[in-house]
């Protein structure tokens, strides 16, 4: 226990206080010289309350959030399955890897415009990038995770008589499970970005769509609306993804 | 109570790293015997190869050149019939005690076999001196209790060669002789074979029947000391018998000449 110290105001009154003083200095630069480019913050708080209500951020949202988890699930799942089996067999990792390291080094966001014209401008285009950048981004830690596993250990389990399966699901899986947490911790992230990315390239719905929209219009005061609204979405998804290790309980808990 | 044919037999083995100009000879024409229900220790320098001996028997690795046998039968690929204790801690961290314990039989009859399982476990647990603590995680335990887990482990499925590689070297001294009682214990009622390595000349002098002392790498076999001290042993008890010294001083002469510095190799 660590007594308060007494020097210093509440910290959630500094947070406050910073947050308002951002607010303010907007609030001012905007009266000062009215301009279509930078729209008051109360019409774009307006906006915002607008939006909620009638369902646009409702709809929108819910596609973004679709395609981020559905890429997220995705993603993973094949990273796992392919982390997992290039880490235990090396031949398999030799012969892949650079392969794996050659796509990776594509920046990914490059391939919106050629999955929106393969898939369309559905809500598929949009999983496949997300999948895509999740699986890469998670791939490469589940391979870190089963490389670090010590030999000796699936040298035991051999002479136990465990088969390349049991080796997988018993010592593998269980062991490189921290890495595909934190690969997932990156990864969430990451899938909000190259959603918005192809929304914003060619989408009928999600946020991105909203930004892209407003913009064409010179709806400025709806574009800040919607970009609010994604640094909201950006801090629930770092949260959410953040709490997965906790959800699934640590395996080293003391019981 | 020894029955004719040994348990592990290696003929003229060699085997070294890589090949041609850069190959590394890491054991050179090794032949050794190994009696079943004996007590069979290498001994020698860091780097000598003796765990690499240790890995060919547990069929982890092949050699270049040379036979192994186990039970009369040429070790092709695993060898199923043995059970591998290491130095390092190879628990897994995520399982309990009684999870890791058992794992083995997990692997080994694929299935849970009824109510026996459970109750293998819970005696072998009894048998390490680890009865109240099933459910504790390794990372709460300390270094001689997780030994005594990776034994219980081993033991559990029965194998009838068991493969110890410097299994208390990371154990402090006082621990180390308490980890050697039990293992004599366990050992002499089990008729178990066991091949243990050890840079430890004490600790071969108190485990051993035999003593196969290495030399240098390439790593060779010296000669074979018979340890012809009573039985059953206590490694506090051992120390004052003459015949001891005399034992101490001969596989001192032999270990001599093959202590060296030397850059250490990895042995894997």
Known sequence: ?255 | MRQAEPILQIENLVLSFGTGDAALPVLQNISLEVQRGEFLVLLGPSGCGKSTLLNLAAGMLKPTSGELRYAGEPLTGVNRGAGYLTQDDTLLPWRTVEGNIGIALELKYHADAGGRKAELVRSYIELVGLKGFEQYHPARLSGGMRKRVALARTLIYDPALLLMDEPFGALDAQLKIVMQNELLRLWERSGKTVVFVTHDLAEALVLADRVAVFSKRPGTIKDIVTIDLPRPRNATGIHGLPRYGELYSELWKLLEGSIEETPVVAER
């Open chain 1, 1 to 255: 226990m660590t007594p308060p110290d007494r020097r210093s105001p509440p910290i959630l009154l500094l947070q406050c206080a910073a947050a308002a003083a951002l607010v303010a200095l907007w609030a001012a630069r905007a009266a000062a010289a009215p301009s279509m480019w930078l729209p008051a913050p109360l019409a774009v708080g307006a906006r915002i309350v607008k939006w909620s209500f009638d369902g646009t951020f409702a709809r929108n949202g819910a596609v973004t959030v679709i395609e981020c988890v559905a890429g997220l699930v995705i993603g993973a799942i094949f990273a796992v399955l392919y982390g997992l089996a290039l880490g235990y067999y090396g031949w398999l990792r030799r012969a892949i890897y650079p392969v794996a390291l050659l796509c990776y080094s594509v920046p990914l966001v490059a391939l919106a415009p050629p999955f929106t014209a393969v898939f369309g401008l559905g809500i598929v285009s949009k999983i496949a990038l997300t999948g895509i950048t999740a699986f890469f981004l998670l791939f490469f830690n589940v391979l870190s995770g089963a490389e670090a596993i010590d030999r000796r250990l699936t040298a035991i389990l051999q002479v136990m008589g465990a088969s390349d399966r049991e080796i997988l699901r018993k010592l593998f899986l269980p062991a490189s499970r921290e890495w595909i947490l934190t690969g997932l911790r990156v990864a969430g992230p990451f899938s909000l970005l190259t959603a918005i990315t192809a929304e914003i390239w060619g989408s009928m719905a999600g946020l991105g769509f909203l930004v892209k929209n407003a913009v064409e219009v010179t709806d400025m005061t709806g574009m800040v609306a919607v970009l609010i609204l994604l640094a909201l979405f950006g801090v629930a998804l770092n949260a959410l993804v953040g709490s997965l290790g906790r959800l699934s309980g640590s395996g080293n808990a003391p019981s």
